[in-house]
């Protein structure tokens, strides 16, 4: 999908499947009318993984539904939720967005999600990129981000973000420290420099077997490309071809798709068409198409994953007619998802068959992508009951840095938490837990001891009291 620049930031397009967490709502008056900064609140985690989450539970029950509209990390913004539709961000029971915007968070404001990592220049560039888009969003909706952006943590008592983010890039919880980001480019014009690629004309960077991988993760989803008629077969063979080349592709039916002179353009580098016969065989990855005979004479599109000589089995969408079955038809629902079949081949087919990429010739780039950084190991989710002989500070991120909590609730010498994970960080070891008298405050940190051992072994070290592994 075409990529869009804001502020210096790349930022693209991966709306979720409507269900619970994009349940398709226009925002009340059509636009937002503020905008609320959070952080993920899981740590090294990226834009992505966080989009594929929403995605891989798009459906998930009501009573856990959380959702936001943006997530944005040191390498890209993603748009997961159009910024005109509500999503689900601010707890409705939370009073402060009505005292002081008249209005529940959810139903008028953007949610935009910044990363953070235990790496503090990974966390600081993303704490950047989060508000070069904050700064985007404010200046195109014409919000005053000084007086209409608060943090999560501002408007809703129980919540510490984005103060998560800006600590673990060097800064004061407080959302002020944002706000002073923000300002370096709200209606500052932001030089870009222009990086080429070179890429081989008309390949795609998926090879076969990985695009045929995606196609079978789509199953049981539903899909509406163009926000139209809800979920047709040639919605669902747009987001495919746009998975492959960053475009979809056009037609008065899917019966056209072949014919269509913008496509027949853009196959000549991406695709080579088959009209079908009695010795073509399909493959896998293949985009077949029904002609006039089929879908009361606009034909059917769909995905091929298993062929024979007698048969391809697809995935496809709006087979039954199920596709749009209610609602206007700009932002209608039907019943019917992408479903795997089996069908006979026809005399009135074509297999437009994408030019897909090569392991043996993938370029550097895309195989630097695929590399997992192996980042060293500072949490372990060891648990246990660990029980003071001496007062110790408790902190809101394990850390020397994190910051305090009031002294009225350090731990004193004799009291016992149970703690759920361990972390080794700035010379000490550090306990995850939740006071017993109050868990629904939220996790906190306290220090178990300093790092002695040579090995860093924390079941060496001398504790500052007792601990009772479990």
């Known amino acids: 999908m075409a990529t869009e620049n804001w502020k210096g930031v790349k930022v693209r397009y991966q709306l979720l499947t409507k269900g619970t967490r994009r349940y398709g709502e226009k925002m009340d008056g059509g636009k937002p009318q503020f905008i609320v900064a959070h952080d993920t609140g899981n740590i090294n985690t990226t834009a992505q993984s966080n989009v594929t989450y929403y995605e891989n539970t798009y ?40 005292i002081w915007y008249n209005r529940d968070a959810n139903d008028v404001a953007i949610g935009v999600e910044i990363c953070y990592f235990s790496d503090r220049e990974r966390s600081r560039k993303a704490l950047d990129n989060g508000a070069r888009v904050l700064a985007y969003l404010a200046e195109y909706w014409h919000i005053d981000y000084k007086t209409r952006m608060p943090g999560h943590q501002d408007i809703q008592a129980d919540k510490q973000d984005p103060g998560n983010a800006l600590e673990a890039s060097g800064y004061g919880r407080n959302t002020s420290n944002l706000d002073k980001l923000v300002a370096k480019y709200y209606k500052q014009n932001v030089k870009v420099k222009a990086t080429p690629v070179k890429v081989e004309k008309g390949a795609t960077s998926f090879t076969r077997d990985e695009f045929v991988k995606w196609l079978k993760s789509t199953v049981d989803k539903q899909y509406d490309y163009d926000l139209y008629a809800a979920f047709q077969c040639v919605d669902y063979a747009n987001v495919g071809w746009d998975k492959l080349f960053g475009h979809g592709l056009k037609g008065n039916g899917a019966k056209d798709i072949p014919f269509n002179a913008y496509n027949k353009d853009k196959f000549k580098s991406e695709a080579t068409v088959f009209k079908n016969t009695p010795s073509f065989l399909a493959k896998p990855g293949d985009l077949v198409v029904w002609g006039e005979q089929m879908g009361n004479g606009w034909g059917h599109v769909a995905w091929v994953v298993e062929a024979t000589l007698d048969y391809i089995v697809v995935l496809e969408q709006n087979w039954l007619g199920g596709g749009w079955t209610s609602g206007p038809i700009n932002n209608g629902t039907g019943w ?27 370029s550097k780039l895309l195989k630097k992508s695929k590399e997992k950084k192996k980042e060293k190991q500072i949490t372990w989710n060891w648990k246990g009951r660990f029980t003071t002989n001496t007062t110790i500070k408790v902190r809101r991120s394990p850390s020397v840095k994190g910051s305090v909590v009031p002294s009225s609730d350090w731990l004193l010498s004799n009291q016992w938490v149970d703690f759920v994970s361990i972390t080794k960080k700035d010379g000490y070891w550090w306990a995850k837990f939740k006071y017993p008298t109050n868990p629904s405050s939220g996790y906190f940190y306290c220090a178990l001891c300093k790092i002695t051992d040579k090995q860093e072994k924390i079941k060496n070290e001398k504790y500052w009291g007792s601990i009772n592994w479990k």
């Open 59 to 98: 459906n998930i029950p009501w009573n856990n539904v959380a959702s936001a509209h943006i997530f944005v990390d040191d390498k890209e913004c993603i748009i997961c939720i159009p910024t005109t539709e509500k999503a689900w961000h601010v707890l409705y029971d939370a009073p402060t967005d009505n």
């Open 336 to 362: 019917e998802t992408v479903t795997r079949r089996k069908h006979e081949y026809d005399t009135q087919m074509w297999f437009i068959r994408p030019k897909f990429s090569k392991k043996k010739t993938e």
